[in-house]
């Protein structure tokens, strides 16, 4: 088990997005909205602390497993993060954290890891899609 | 090389082509719709200047343009002219603007900063706002709300710390 207090992001990626928190958060744990900005991956967070988190390839396997370290919808997700595939004893442990700020209309969605830098242009990618699918959802849903 | 000046890196990838991002970095008329009313006029040679006019009509900047290679790399220095910014040299701003598929993944590199730097602080909160209005803008039309942004920066500062 994690202790939050010890977190020291090493790589922070922030994204202001047009939508409410509650539909960034919706987005950052609902499998199904995931794959339609995540490039067909799923994310899987089982909703409360100590519950498992995944993030699997579109074809099901698994890519990365972890633990839900704070569950605080719709403010702050953590996890830990366990690359899969990684050869050998598997990546070192990292730890990811989503927070989710913004009382009106538009969310900032800070991406926070102690992973190494390097790993950003995966968070940009990811988001700047996320943040694409956020739009087209929001406009579906009459928002 | 000395590891610890300080450096921004933010990547993000637009739904429109690098041409169009490029106006929107350079010409003032589209600045002034996301860069929450500031005209950034970037659109001349190496050797001319880049200026930023506030939406108050006062300079904020008038920096020299290092590079410029419409629609692909654009290099200016940055050296705020507005009040109670601190006194430290000029950094540089460096946009890498890369296409694929009719779009664009922007790279925004600033650099060059004192070791102790202030301005570091302040663009690091900066140029995310900014770079989510531009890519706002060009996918939707419509440029971000920065009426939250500075309750909003300084909640996020205290996340991270």
């Known amino acids: ?143 | 090389m000395s590891t610890s000046k300080p450096k921004f890196v933010y990547v993000t990838y637009i739904a429109a082509p690098p041409e169009r991002v490029w106006d929107a970095l350079t010409k003032a008329d589209i600045s002034e719709k996301y860069w929450f009313g500031y005209r950034v006029a970037a659109d001349g040679k190496a050797g001319d200047f880049m200026t930023a006019t506030s939406p108050a009509g006062k300079l904020a900047h008038r920096d020299p343009i290092v590079e410029s290679d419409p629609p692909r790399r654009l290099v200016y220095g940055w050296k705020p002219l507005y009040k109670d910014v601190p006194d430290e040299r000029p950094s540089r701003v460096t946009f890498e603007l890369k296409p694929f598929k009719g779009q664009t993944r922007l790279t925004v590199i600033h650099d060059e900063f004192d070791e102790d730097s202030k301005i570091f602080g302040m663009i690091s909160k900066g140029w995310p706002a900014v770079l989510s209005s531009l890519k706002s803008f060009l996918e939707t039309g419509r440029a971000l709300d920065p009426s939250w942004n500075e309750e909003e920066q300084k909640r996020g500062a205290e996340a991270d710390a």
């Open chain 1, 1 to 143: 088990m994690i202790d939050t207090g010890t977190f020291k992001p090493k790589t922070v990626y922030v994204i202001y997005i047009a939508a409410t928190p509650e539909k960034v958060w919706q987005a950052l744990t609902d499998p199904e909205l995931s794959q339609r900005y995540f490039h067909g991956s799923r994310l899987e967070v089982e909703p409360k602390v100590g519950g498992s988190f995944a993030v699997r390839f579109p074809d099901g396997r698994l890519n990365v497993r972890g633990e839900v370290v704070e569950w605080s919808p719709p403010r702050r997700l953590a996890t830990t993060w366990i690359v899969e595939w990684v050869p050998e004893t598997g990546s070192p442990l990292s730890r990811g954290r989503a927070d989710v700020m913004g009382p009106h209309r538009s969310a900032a969605l800070i991406f926070s890891s102690d992973a190494e830098p390097g790993q950003s242009s995966f968070a940009s990618s990811v988001l700047s899609g996320f943040s694409t699918v956020l739009r087209w959802t929001c406009r579906s849903s009459g928002s």
